[in-house]
Protein backbone atom coordinates (compact mmCIF):
# COMPACT_ATOMS: atom_id res chain seq x y z
CA UNK A 1 0.00 0.00 0.00
CA UNK A 2 1.43 3.32 -0.61
CA UNK A 3 2.57 5.65 1.86
CA UNK A 4 -0.76 8.08 1.50
CA UNK A 5 -2.33 7.02 3.82
CA UNK A 6 -2.49 6.24 7.79
CA UNK A 7 -1.23 10.24 8.43
CA UNK A 8 -3.25 12.18 5.96
CA UNK A 9 -6.44 10.30 6.63
CA UNK A 10 -6.04 12.10 10.44
CA UNK A 11 -6.06 15.44 9.21
CA UNK A 12 -8.99 14.39 6.81
CA UNK A 13 -11.31 13.20 9.53
CA UNK A 14 -11.09 15.94 11.91
CA UNK A 15 -14.06 17.37 10.07
CA UNK A 16 -16.51 14.96 10.31
CA UNK A 17 -16.76 12.31 12.99
CA UNK A 18 -16.88 13.03 16.51
CA UNK A 19 -13.78 13.54 18.71
CA UNK A 20 -14.73 9.93 20.61
CA UNK A 21 -14.49 8.68 17.17
CA UNK A 22 -11.71 10.05 15.73
CA UNK A 23 -9.50 9.20 18.47
CA UNK A 24 -10.41 5.36 18.21
CA UNK A 25 -10.07 5.55 14.98
CA UNK A 26 -6.18 6.85 15.21
CA UNK A 27 -5.61 4.24 17.58
CA UNK A 28 -6.62 1.46 15.35
CA UNK A 29 -4.80 3.17 12.33
CA UNK A 30 -1.78 3.32 14.73
CA UNK A 31 -2.15 -0.60 15.72
CA UNK A 32 -2.47 -1.91 12.38
CA UNK A 33 1.23 -1.62 11.72
CA UNK A 34 2.15 -2.64 15.47
CA UNK A 35 -0.33 -5.90 14.97
CA UNK A 36 -2.97 -6.23 12.46
CA UNK A 37 -4.65 -9.43 13.45
CA UNK A 38 -5.45 -7.49 16.54
CA UNK A 39 -6.53 -4.22 15.21
CA UNK A 40 -8.62 -6.30 12.97
CA UNK A 41 -10.39 -7.85 15.32
CA UNK A 42 -10.83 -4.68 17.47
CA UNK A 43 -11.82 -2.86 14.24
CA UNK A 44 -14.62 -5.58 13.78
CA UNK A 45 -15.67 -5.23 16.90
CA UNK A 46 -16.22 -1.62 17.21
CA UNK A 47 -18.05 -1.89 13.91
CA UNK A 48 -20.46 -4.09 15.50
CA UNK A 49 -20.42 -1.51 18.54
CA UNK A 50 -22.35 0.69 15.45
CA UNK A 51 -18.82 2.78 14.59
CA UNK A 52 -19.83 3.25 11.00
CA UNK A 53 -17.70 4.18 8.61
CA UNK A 54 -14.72 4.64 10.53
CA UNK A 55 -14.56 1.51 11.72
CA UNK A 56 -15.06 -0.18 8.59
CA UNK A 57 -11.98 1.86 7.57
CA UNK A 58 -10.15 0.62 9.77
CA UNK A 59 -10.79 -2.92 9.04
CA UNK A 60 -10.45 -2.63 5.79
CA UNK A 61 -7.01 -1.52 6.52
CA UNK A 62 -6.47 -4.44 8.52
CA UNK A 63 -7.49 -6.73 6.06
CA UNK A 64 -5.24 -5.12 3.37
CA UNK A 65 -2.69 -5.08 5.66
CA UNK A 66 -2.88 -9.11 6.41
CA UNK A 67 -2.70 -9.64 2.91
CA UNK A 68 -6.07 -9.70 1.68
CA UNK A 69 -5.42 -6.84 -0.59
CA UNK A 70 -8.58 -7.44 -2.87
CA UNK A 71 -10.97 -7.96 -0.60
CA UNK A 72 -9.63 -5.09 1.77
CA UNK A 73 -9.94 -2.62 -0.97
CA UNK A 74 -13.26 -3.80 -2.04
CA UNK A 75 -14.62 -3.32 1.27
CA UNK A 76 -12.91 0.35 1.55
CA UNK A 77 -14.43 1.42 -1.40
CA UNK A 78 -17.78 0.16 0.14
CA UNK A 79 -17.39 1.94 2.88
CA UNK A 80 -16.70 4.82 1.36
CA UNK A 81 -19.24 5.00 -1.40
CA UNK A 82 -21.89 4.53 2.00
CA UNK A 83 -20.44 7.04 3.86
CA UNK A 84 -22.79 10.13 3.26
CA UNK A 85 -21.66 11.92 6.02
CA UNK A 86 -17.89 11.73 5.68
CA UNK A 87 -16.53 15.28 3.93
CA UNK A 88 -15.25 14.94 0.64
CA UNK A 89 -11.66 14.65 1.10
CA UNK A 90 -12.45 11.52 4.00
CA UNK A 91 -14.01 9.72 0.97
CA UNK A 92 -11.09 10.57 -1.30
CA UNK A 93 -8.71 9.28 0.79
CA UNK A 94 -10.68 5.84 1.24
CA UNK A 95 -11.18 5.59 -2.04
CA UNK A 96 -7.52 6.46 -2.77
CA UNK A 97 -6.58 3.95 -0.18
CA UNK A 98 -8.67 1.05 -2.28
CA UNK A 99 -7.00 1.87 -5.82
CA UNK A 100 -3.73 1.35 -4.21
CA UNK A 101 -4.63 -2.02 -3.10
CA UNK A 102 -5.89 -3.12 -5.87
CA UNK A 103 -2.82 -2.07 -7.99
CA UNK A 104 -0.75 -4.13 -5.02
CA UNK A 105 -3.44 -7.02 -6.18
CA UNK A 106 -2.94 -6.67 -9.72
CA UNK A 107 -6.26 -5.79 -9.87
CA UNK A 108 -6.10 -3.05 -12.64
CA UNK A 109 -9.73 -2.71 -13.46
CA UNK A 110 -10.79 -2.43 -9.42
CA UNK A 111 -7.65 0.00 -8.95
CA UNK A 112 -9.49 2.20 -11.90
CA UNK A 113 -13.09 2.05 -10.65
CA UNK A 114 -11.76 3.05 -7.04
CA UNK A 115 -10.05 5.68 -8.58
CA UNK A 116 -12.49 7.32 -10.97
CA UNK A 117 -14.78 7.19 -7.87
CA UNK A 118 -11.56 8.78 -5.77
CA UNK A 119 -11.50 11.52 -7.91
CA UNK A 120 -15.00 12.39 -8.20
CA UNK A 121 -14.24 13.58 -4.75
CA UNK A 122 -10.88 15.50 -5.08
CA UNK A 123 -10.51 16.05 -8.62
CA UNK A 124 -6.67 17.80 -8.22
CA UNK A 125 -4.89 15.90 -6.15
CA UNK A 126 -1.86 14.83 -7.37
CA UNK A 127 -1.46 11.82 -5.64
CA UNK A 128 -4.83 10.49 -6.87
CA UNK A 129 -3.57 11.76 -10.18
CA UNK A 130 -0.45 9.55 -10.15
CA UNK A 131 -2.44 6.60 -8.46
CA UNK A 132 -5.12 6.67 -11.50
CA UNK A 133 -2.14 7.53 -14.33
CA UNK A 134 -0.12 4.25 -12.54
CA UNK A 135 -3.53 1.88 -13.17
CA UNK A 136 -3.72 3.68 -16.67
CA UNK A 137 -0.14 2.68 -17.49
CA UNK A 138 -0.39 -1.03 -16.06
CA UNK A 139 -3.88 -1.38 -18.23
CA UNK A 140 -1.37 -0.05 -21.17
CA UNK A 141 -3.52 3.14 -21.47
CA UNK A 142 -0.21 4.91 -22.32
CA UNK A 143 -2.07 8.31 -23.14
CA UNK A 144 -4.46 8.42 -20.61
CA UNK A 145 -1.14 7.77 -18.01
CA UNK A 146 0.13 10.59 -19.85
CA UNK A 147 -2.41 12.90 -19.05
CA UNK A 148 -2.72 11.71 -15.84
CA UNK A 149 0.92 12.50 -14.80
CA UNK A 150 0.77 16.21 -16.65
CA UNK A 151 -3.02 16.69 -14.78
CA UNK A 152 -0.55 15.80 -11.47
CA UNK A 153 2.49 18.00 -12.50
CA UNK A 154 0.26 20.87 -12.75
CA UNK A 155 -0.39 20.81 -9.23
CA UNK A 156 3.23 20.00 -8.14
CA UNK A 157 6.57 19.19 -10.06
CA UNK A 158 7.61 16.44 -7.96
CA UNK A 159 9.91 13.35 -9.06
CA UNK A 160 6.69 10.55 -9.51
CA UNK A 161 5.18 11.90 -11.75
CA UNK A 162 7.87 12.83 -13.96
CA UNK A 163 8.91 9.34 -14.13
CA UNK A 164 5.26 8.26 -14.96
CA UNK A 165 5.03 10.58 -17.62
CA UNK A 166 8.25 9.36 -18.83
CA UNK A 167 7.44 5.71 -19.16
CA UNK A 168 4.04 6.15 -20.76
CA UNK A 169 5.77 8.45 -23.24
CA UNK A 170 8.41 5.69 -23.67
CA UNK A 171 6.10 3.05 -24.31
CA UNK A 172 3.81 5.62 -26.44
CA UNK A 173 6.77 6.15 -28.98
CA UNK A 174 7.65 9.88 -27.77
CA UNK A 175 11.15 9.07 -27.15
CA UNK A 176 12.30 12.25 -27.03
CA UNK A 177 9.65 13.60 -24.62
CA UNK A 178 10.31 10.41 -22.13
CA UNK A 179 13.85 12.01 -22.22
CA UNK A 180 12.80 15.54 -21.34
CA UNK A 181 10.90 13.79 -18.72
CA UNK A 182 13.36 11.32 -16.74
CA UNK A 183 15.96 14.20 -16.92
CA UNK A 184 13.65 16.68 -14.82
CA UNK A 185 12.91 13.61 -12.67
CA UNK A 186 16.32 13.18 -12.08
CA UNK A 187 17.20 16.96 -11.20
CA UNK A 188 14.71 16.15 -8.94
CA UNK A 189 15.94 13.10 -7.28
CA UNK A 190 19.23 11.81 -8.45
CA UNK A 191 20.00 9.58 -6.51
CA UNK A 192 17.22 7.13 -7.20
CA UNK A 193 17.91 4.06 -8.99
CA UNK A 194 14.70 3.59 -10.41
CA UNK A 195 14.79 6.76 -12.27
CA UNK A 196 18.85 5.97 -13.48
CA UNK A 197 17.62 2.10 -15.01
CA UNK A 198 14.75 3.96 -16.85
CA UNK A 199 16.76 6.80 -18.05
CA UNK A 200 19.02 3.70 -19.37
CA UNK A 201 15.48 2.28 -21.14
CA UNK A 202 14.97 5.12 -22.75
CA UNK A 203 18.29 6.21 -24.14
CA UNK A 204 18.91 2.84 -25.27
CA UNK A 205 15.61 3.30 -27.33
CA UNK A 206 16.55 6.27 -29.07
CA UNK A 207 19.67 4.80 -29.80
CA UNK A 208 17.75 2.09 -31.40
CA UNK A 209 15.60 4.45 -33.30
Request: glycine share 6%; net charge negative.
Given at each position: ?A?????????A?A????A???A????C??????D????????????????????????????I???????G??????????????????R?I???????????????????????????F??????L?????????????????????SA???Q???????V?????????G????A???I???????P??ID?????G????????Q
Open positions: MPVLLLTVFLLQTPPSDQRLEALNAIPVAETAYEDALAWRHQGGGWPAEHCVSLALALGQEAPALRLREAALGAEMASDLSAMLGQSGEAFLTAEEYEQARISFEHALEAPRDPGLLGFGRTQLALEDYAGADISAALAEAFAEAYLRAEARLLGDIDALEDEAARTLDENILVLRRIVEARRL
